[in-house]
């Protein structure tokens, strides 16, 4: 009894010796983490980590430091509270390979402070900067039921959508939308913005969308577009939405137009048709941009690229481009089928289009136009009465497989078939500057277009084992075709310095002309890393085109016989290019902070121009240059800052070469040039972004700045009849110069919940035309700043203004008057939702142009909407809804421009004040979501 007794006593005096000895300790000192004051009585207590039971505690002296001794080695929690302080909580350690813990200077938070950080956390950032990928979180912008995707991107920074659907982003229109990287319904944004639903979307993605090649490399090929990458969550890519919607009106108003998309995975399928006199829907067919509506001139750019022009200079026979832009009364009858999918382990996709449509547009216009010549001025009143129907069907289909690991396929191939009729009646009034009458023109044109153009192109991309070695092989072929015949008719009497009519002109032919066009470009680019972090991309590429332009008038034989060939008005016409580049391109990238690219394309072009009709052979040779240089850095996750040059050579076109005589308007006569030579645009590129999270404030500068060397320019020979000839010519002594610059900053109110921002811009230009073999330059600068606020509370309202003014400057060095001018622009949007399912809503926009020297007389406009909606159903997916568009009938068309020694006032004929009564049916079962009557 005793030996054990003894040995309790033992064990229990040798337990307390060695616990009083304990070499375990900790230390540190506690601060605020804002003020960096010394929390003196902080609590500090350290806890068995096991079951959280106090081991032992003490206080922070007046330094705020703390030290615990004698502690046991094993696991332990350290908690530190203060009043109105979150709890400090960390767990540590201590063992025989660590005794002591130092914890340095420890941060206490206040908990209000901490609360709005958790909440900012929460909710992720609404804006991410990333390279030059501006990225907006959708969840953070607060949109009502049943909105679209159109009505999510007029509230993000930077990105602005006009009443016609049309988007610009940091000053340049947006061409192409795509959904979750994929091309929806080919090239129209509308599509897209106007059906998509926004509670759908994740994410907006805002970039330029690089060509697939360089996208390949990794290397800046100096081909952009403006792009908007619409991401979906996840939950919403299973299952069907759509939208039926049927209006009628007075004055004959109607519209109607279905949609309906169903998604499985990674299969999409889409359906829409549209038909509509309000220009509202049905309009957005924006594939003219890419290949084209009417006739046009095909063109080779640098780097082998293909641009087709539209403009048709002063040619009234093929003038209608097949799209609504505000003058006249549209009738628009629209439909398309999407379809696109990935199968195969995703190791194959396919993205087909077809879309069919018709536009016609009738209506009225009168132009004032002023033109100063070295004699004098004319000033000319023109009455025109025009009736346009164009009809169009495209398709278009994209093929890609993956090869095996390192190789991919592509192939693009679309088709467009299109006929178009016009008929244009003009009745003009020319006086001299002193009043006195100096001709009169009644003219009528009419005509009928078949066109057809096919487009195929397929690229090849392979990757070795060396990280970054690469070769792609990118083939185009490209085919345009117009055929396009009709009448002229017009009759011409001039008068002398008295106002007697001195003479008369009378012209009554059948005009026909051809347009042939076929391009055939590849090029094949490697690229091999250097050096860590630095690459190069060599490429060569080759390019031949091979145009034919033939135009021919023919007068009447016998009445209502027109075939006798007007040889001075007639012209084949053909234009051969052949293009051989080669270049490389140096990029380094760090994969952090910067991004550095810099090379050069350069480029043997050799044209051969034949004219059929007089058996000769024009042959001419040029090289292009075609330097580039990239520079990005990215100060913090949040802000980056890119500014970029591209000098690059401009062809002149068919058009501007083919030398015969194009009298559509005997008074505007346009004459090609054979003897035309490329210019050189050197071009200039800045942005910076920033986006602070704690804020929510967001600022963005962007800006380019360009000048061309040997540009084309505007000769024009007017008599002493008031007959002027238009010509394109080379100037060798003169630079034209374009720039412009915005700035967007946008900041939430956070104590008023809302949303305001601050947008200016600037934009000029400096041109050069001769006017009867006087130089003439021509200066536009044009300043324009607005402050806007927008306030959102769901299910109850939602409001929208912007007001600014804006300022033009308008000199000629030909012109000794004052031609500039303010203006005035304001937007207004409200909506109120009321009790019983009631919605009533409003928007409004303000319009003011002073007066000038030229024009005395000043433009205001005031155009009001309103509307009264009820919702039905638990999802407030039916709607009826009383519409009243411009309410003050105020819609007046208008439009002032100046360019070279022309001023120009224009009013037109567009929709006026109409009432609507409309029902309209949104259906959606994605991701769970039922659509229930």
């Not at 610009?168 to 091309?183: F, I, R």
């Not at 092989?473 to 396009?484: C, Q, R």
Request: charged share 20%; proline share 2%.
């Amino acid at each position: 009894m005793k030996i054990p007794l003894l040995t309790t006593i033992f064990l229990c005096l040798f337990k307390f010796l060695t616990f009083a000895q304990s070499p375990y300790s900790i230390k540190g000192a506690v601060i605020d983490s804002a003020s960096h004051q010394k929390m003196e009585n902080a609590t500090i207590c350290v806890l068995n980590a096991k079951d959280s039971t106090l081991f032992k505690f003490t206080r922070a002296t007046a330094d705020g430091s703390f030290a615990i001794q004698n502690l046991n080695k094993g696991k332990f929690i350290l908690l530190i509270s203060y009043p109105k302080y979150a709890d400090y909580v960390e767990h540590f350690n201590l063992d025989s390979a660590k005794t002591s813990a130092d914890f340095g200077k420890l941060n206490m938070i206040l908990k209000s402070k901490l609360l709005a950080d958790v909440i900012i956390k929460a909710e992720r950032a609404a804006i991410k900067i990333k390279g030059d990928t501006t990225e907006y979180n959708a969840g953070n912008f607060k949109i009502q039921p049943n909105a679209k995707v159109e009505d999510l991107l007029k509230q993000l920074p930077g990105i602005q959508v006009d009443k016609d659907g049309k988007i610009t982003a940091q000053g340049q229109t947006v061409n192409k939308v795509l959904v979750d990287g994929e091309e929806f319904f080919g090239d129209d944004p509308t599509l897209v913005t106007k059906n998509l639903r926004a509670d759908m979307v994740d994410k907006v993605q805002l970039y330029d969308k690089k060509s697939d090649q360089a996208a390949f490399t990794g290397v800046d090929d100096g081909q952009k577009t403006k792009t908007i990458n619409i991401k979906l969550k996840e939950d919403k890519k299973n299952g069907y939405f759509g939208k039926v919607d049927g209006g009628v009106g007075t004055n004959k108003y109607y519209q109607t137009q279905a949609m309906f998309n169903a998604f499985k995975g990674k299969q999409k399928f889409s359906a829409y048709g549209t038909l509509a006199n309000t220009g509202k829907t049905g309009l957005g067919w924006e594939d003219a941009n890419k290949y084209g509506t009417s006739g046009g001139n095909v063109e080779l750019m640098d780097g082998g690229g293909i641009a087709i022009y539209f403009d048709g200079g002063q040619d009234d026979l093929d003038s209608f481009d097949g799209r609504y832009n505000g003058e006249g009364i549209p009738t628009a009858r629209t439909g398309g089928v999407h379809y696109d999918s990935k199968w195969n382990s995703d190791k194959e996709s396919i993205n087909a289009n077809y879309k069919i449509g018709s536009l016609g547009v009738t209506g009225t216009k009168n132009t004032l136009t002023q033109n100063t010549l070295p004699s004098g001025i004319i000033n000319s009143n023109n009455d025109q009465a025009f009736d346009n129907y164009m009809f169009r069907q495209k398709l278009d289909a994209t093929y890609s497989v993956k090869l095996d690991t390192s190789s991919t396929l592509k192939f693009i191939v679309d088709g467009t078939v299109k006929n178009s009729k016009t008929r244009n009646d003009y009745n003009a009034t020319s006086v001299r500057g002193n009043g006195v009458l100096l001709n009169q023109n009644k003219r009528s044109v009419d005509n009928d277009v078949d066109g057809k153009i096919f487009h195929a192109n397929g690229l090849w991309t392979k990757k070795f084992k060396k990280v970054g070695r690469t070769v792609s092989l990118t083939v185009d072929e490209l085919y345009n075709e117009s055929d396009a015949h009709g009448y002229l008719k017009s009759n011409i009497k001039y008068y002398d310095t008295t106002g007697v009519q001195s003479s008369s002109q009378i012209t009554d032919q059948y005009k026909t002309n051809k347009i042939r066009s076929s391009v055939l470009k590849s090029n094949l680019a490697y690229s091999e890393p250097l050096a860590k972090n630095f690459a190069a991309v060599i490429n060569y590429g080759f390019s031949l085109n091979n145009s034919s332009a033939d135009r021919e008038s023919y007068n009447q034989s016998a009445p209502g016989q027109y075939n006798s060939l007007d040889t001075t008005l007639s012209n084949n016409y053909k234009f051969n290019q052949v293009y051989n580049e080669g270049g490389a391109i140096f990029n380094y990238n760090n994969k952090k902070k910067t991004i550095f690219s810099f090379g050069t394309k350069v480029a043997a072009v050799n044209y051969k121009q034949v004219n059929e009709y007089t058996n000769s052979i024009y042959k001419r040779s040029f090289i292009n240059w075609n330097p580039q240089a990239t520079y990005q850095y990215k100060f913090t996750k949040q802000s980056s800052i890119r500014i970029a040059y591209s000098g690059s050579t401009i062809q002149p076109t068919i058009d501007q070469l083919q030398p015969v005589r194009v009298n559509t308007d005997p008074l505007n006569i346009t004459v090609g040039n054979p003897n035309l030579k490329p210019s050189f645009r050197n071009q200039f590129n800045f942005s910076y972004s920033s986006y602070k999270v704690l804020t929510d404030q967001y600022i963005g500068l962007y800006g380019n700045y360009s000048f061309t060397s040997n540009p084309i320019v505007s000769n024009t020979l007017t008599d002493s009849a008031g007959r002027s000839t238009y010509q394109s010519v080379n100037m060798g002594s003169k630079q034209s110069t374009n720039f412009y610059l915005s700035a967007y900053l946008s900041r939430k109110i956070k104590a008023l919940s809302v949303n305001m921002g601050l947008n200016a811009s600037t934009n000029g230009n400096t041109s050069y035309n001769y006017a009867n073999n006087a130089l003439n330059m021509s200066k536009s600068i044009n300043y324009s700043a607005s402050l806007y606020a927008s306030k959102y509370k769901e299910k109850k309202y939602d409001a929208y203004v912007s007001f600014g003014p804006s300022y033009t400057i308008s000199q000629s060095s030909l012109q000794s008057v004052n031609n500039n001018g303010y203006g005035l622009n304001g937007d207004a949007n409200f909506n109120f939702y009321l009790p019983g399912k009631f919605q009533v809503g409003s928007d409004a926009n303000y319009q003011y142009r002073a007066k000038t020297e030229s024009f005395n007389q000043d433009f205001q406009r005031v155009t009001i909407n309103a509307r009264v909606a009820k919702t039905f159903f638990k999802q407030d997916n039916v709607k009826l809804t009383l519409s009243a568009y411009d309410l003050l009938n105020q819609n007046k068309g208008f439009d002032r421009s100046a360019q070279s020694n022309l001023l120009t006032q224009t009013t037109y004929t567009n929709i006026r004040r109409y009432f609507m009564l409309s029902l309209s049916w949104d259906f959606n079962k994605m991701g769970g979501t039922t659509a229930k009557k």
